[in-house]
C-alpha cells in the first residue's frame, strides 16, 4: 500500500500514483489532500486511486481509507 500526500517537493501524489499505475496495477494507493478540484477528483478515478483523505488528516479517516483500500484488492 503506498498513502502518499498531493503535495511534495520533487513530485505530485498523482504523479507518484501514475508512476506506480506504469508498474503494477495491483498496489492499494491512498492520496492526502485538501479539497480537490472537479478535475482531480476525476484524475483520482482515472489513475486508479482507491481512496482519497481530505486534510486536516484525522486517524479514522485513515484507518477507514486503508480498510476500504485493501477490501477493493480481496
Sequence with gaps: MIITDQT????TGL??????RSISND???ILIRGNPSKIMT???ENIGIQE????????????SAVNKAFNRFK
Design 8 to 11: 511534495m517537493p520533487d513530485l
Design 15 to 20: 504523479e507518484l500514483a501514475r508512476e506506480i
Design 27 to 29: 498496489v492499494p494507493i
Design 42 to 44: 476525476e484524475q483520482i
Design 52 to 63: 482519497f483523505c481530505p486534510k486536516p488528516l484525522e486517524i479514522i479517516t485513515l484507518v
